[in-house]
């Protein structure tokens, strides 16, 4: 058997693309950069970077989770978050042609966090924004006022397509939901994420019957807040209570 040879396969190279989630002003946005170099400068696209040869792959998207946002990802098997973001690999992306550069394999991240401040542009990006998520996924593509639209670079808009569908499905049936929430919140924050990442309108009091359904899903703090207006709410922080149980199916739109 001849000897193991490097040179005789091709090199290709491996990035990380994070899908960072927020809800601000109750629409569900995603974390956008203007690419300041080649291939498709000018485009926007999702934060990420090449991993480097002494890193793995969750090191690697945490490293650019702290470079595009000043956030270090949360250990997801305790329930305090500390301003840390939620982070779960979302998936491998492995087209030969999905980078005109050379052979990239892109290993995809979500990350989630409170209503996050404003981005600060890092590496090759020019510029960097929250967006909608509908708008960055409009069928005419995207743009700020007074540029042209054009859809995300690389293969991007189906990366956020499907990290945008893993947060719907799984708030349906575990905490995650509580990852866009502050440490302390209230029913009617929880809520209006819900509502923000399905889309749709839920009845108050269904929904704070089946997520204080669950025991040990939401703890009360002792205490309450009044930053809603009305009467003062009660708070609530998640608890050990991983899985919704039965879950919140969201609504057919």
Not at 159 to 180: C, H, M, N, P
Request: proline share 9%.
């Amino acid at each position: 058997m001849p000897p193991y040879d490097p040179s005789a396969f091709p090199p290709f190279a491996v990035t990380v693309d994070l899908v960072v989630l927020t809800v601000r002003r109750d629409a569900l946005c995603a974390l956008a950069v203007r690419r300041g170099e080649a291939p498709f400068q000018g485009r926007w696209a999702l934060p990420g970077g090449f991993v480097r040869a002494d890193e793995d792959l969750s090191l690697a998207a945490a490293r650019e989770l702290v470079e595009e946002t000043g956030l270090s990802a949360h250990d997801p098997s305790t329930p305090t978050r500390a301003q840390g973001a939620h982070l779960e690999q979302l998936a491998t992306y492995g087209d030969p042609q999905r980078d005109p550069r050379m052979r990239v394999v892109s290993v995809a991240h979500l990350a989630l966090a409170p209503d996050l401040p404003a981005p600060r542009a890092g590496g090759d990006a020019s510029n960097a924004r929250w967006a909608p998520v509908e708008e960055l996924l409009a069928s005419g593509g995207y743009g700020r006022e007074g540029e042209q639209a054009a859809p995300l670079a690389f293969d991007h808009a189906r990366i956020l397509t499907d990290g945008v569908e893993r947060a719907k499905s799984k708030i349906e049936y575990s905490s995650l939901a509580t990852a866009f929430c502050t440490p302390e919140f209230t029913v009617g924050e929880l809520r209006r994420v819900y509502e923000a990442v399905w889309g749709v309108a839920l009845d108050p009091r269904n929904f704070h019957r089946k997520v204080t359904g669950t025991p040990g899903f939401l703890v009360p703090t002792g205490g309450t807040t009044t930053r809603q207006g009305g009467r003062p709410a009660q708070l609530f922080r998640a608890g050990g209570a991983t899985l919704l149980n039965p879950p919140m199916l969201r609504p057919e739109v």
